[in-house]
């Protein structure tokens, strides 16, 4: 055991890791998952309130996907999607068309989700240069986004810490401004703080809308910035503006889709559709490595032509795996058989019930929720407070990774009441040991 733990930091280069903080944090190595909890190879347990990094919708090693892999496993593994096509990447595009009544009819697939949003960036582009408008080329995002961390994607992720050492790669897009709701002034609720950002996004789109090729947006939570929430006006705002504009939307639903949020893509909350929407992490399950940008009718036509030129010559050697996709419908499936948009109201509402200790806690400001993302900040000055309290709640059984000094819950749907009422006392007890 602890010759893995050595072993892995010898041969290992963590993510999002400063290596040498494990000289005083040591890794955890995890020998199985079940349901919620993970156990290390000392048969100690730890619940995933994070789902690991956001991905894992219903749990570690769930019969059903775990079934339908283990089929599909056996009749083909993986084939190359150009020129060929199978059975499972069919019938997820199908599925995730009909998710959008239709609207977003293209699925394009990659592995992650920066490849996905990479993809979106390039198809708008060229989309527009197609049309004989290759000045529209630039893109626009908000403070504070994130949309990944390969060099296209930071062009359009506003967090110094991920962007600035690789600043001289990155052709930086413009930021607006974030219509979180921590913003309001004084006798302002979530809505005001939308539509002023709006306004300041149109006086943005009236200077420079002839270079503009995209808005991309996460859709009511801005989640790696700090969990920012926001109201939905903000997305039917900026959906009349972009058609005003001729510019195009971009939803990354990366972290928000599949559920998260209370539907099953986030942007169904303001009733709108995006003209490019992004889905990785849950959709596969936690499973394996899927990303995919749905669109439109209309981008899809503006590239068919006999010139191969105006096609979109994008590829990755795994694009469609056919057991990534089986992981995706065995994913969907679970949403139709166990209703799983109206179980997650209910869960809502028990996150709420185990968050109500803390959200009378001296420390905590800023308690807020959309759908089964619960999130509050932390007033403290301890210094190293997130890798601090991330240590304590390991103590406790918890995987937590606050960012900064956001807290925040984001589980598998799968998770019980009881378990909740765990999660509340353990955040609680390893606060108070952090402060
Ligand atoms: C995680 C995330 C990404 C990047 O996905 P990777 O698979 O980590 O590359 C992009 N956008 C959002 C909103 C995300 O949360």
New binding site residues.
């Given amino acids: 055991m602890t010759d893995l733990l050595a072993r892995s930091l010898a041969a290992v280069w963590h993510p999002c890791t400063q290596m040498k903080q494990h000289e005083s944090t040591p890794l955890i190595a995890i020998a199985r998952g079940d349901g919620p909890w993970l156990y290390d190879t000392n048969g100690r347990r730890y619940l995933d309130a994070v789902s690991s990094w ?1 991905v894992n919708l219903f749990g570690h090693c769930h019969p059903h996907i775990n079934r339908r892999l283990r089929e599909q496993l056996e009749k083909l593994e993986h084939v190359m999607l150009a020129g060929f096509t199978h059975e499972p990447v069919v019938t997820l595009s199908e599925k995730l068309s009909a998710l959008t009544s239709g609207v977003l009819g293209h699925a394009f697939y990659a592995s ?4 996905a ?1 990479e993809i979106a960036l390039k198809m708008s582009l060229h989309y527009w240069r197609n049309l004989g408008r290759a000045d529209k080329n630039r893109f626009v995002c908000l403070e504070g986004s ?4 390969t060099v296209g ?1 930071l062009a359009v992720t506003d967090i110094a810490l991920f962007r600035d050492a690789y600043a001289p790669l990155v052709r930086v897009a413009d930021t607006v401004p974030s219509p979180d709701w921590r913003r309001a002034a004084d006798g302002e609720d979530a809505v005001d703080v939308a539509r002023r950002a709006a306004n300041a996004l149109e006086a943005w789109l009236e200077t420079h809308h002839a270079q503009t090729a995209a808005l991309i947006v ?1 859709p009511l939570v801005q ?2 910035t700090g969990m920012a929430m926001y109201d939905a006006e903000y997305l039917r705002l900026a959906r009349a503006l972009c058609d005003r504009y001729e510019v195009h939307l971009i939803a ?1 639903e ?2 928000v889709g599949c559920g998260r949020t209370g539907n099953f893509f986030a942007c169904e909350q303001a009733g709108i559709w995006p003209d490019f929407l ?1 889905l ?2 849950g959709i596969s399950g936690g499973y394996l490595p899927l ?1 995919l940008v749905l669109s439109r009718e209309a981008i899809y036509q503006a590239f068919y032509a006999d010139e191969t030129s105006r096609g979109f010559l994008h590829s990755h050697s795994y694009t469609g795996n056919p057991l990534a996709c089986t992981a995706a419908l065995a994913t969907l499936e679970l949403f139709e058989q166990d209703q799983v948009i109206a179980a997650n109201r209910e869960l809502a509402g028990w996150l709420a019930e185990a968050a109500q200790p803390l959200a009378a806690h001296h420390n905590v400001r800023h308690m807020r929720q959309t759908g089964t993302i619960l999130a509050f900040d932390v007033d403290t000055v301890a210094p190293d407070f997130s890798r601090r309290f991330a240590q304590a709640a390991i103590g406790q059984g918890l995987l937590l990774r606050p960012i900064g000094a956001t807290i925040y819950w984001m589980p598998p749907y799968i998770v019980d009441r009881a378990t909740l009422a765990l999660l509340g006392e353990g955040t609680l007890a390893a606060l108070n040991a952090s402060l």
């Fill in positions: 956001w992650d989700g920066a490849s949003t994130y949309h990944g961390e994607a996460e989640c790696a990354d990366i972290a992004c990785s992490k990303s």
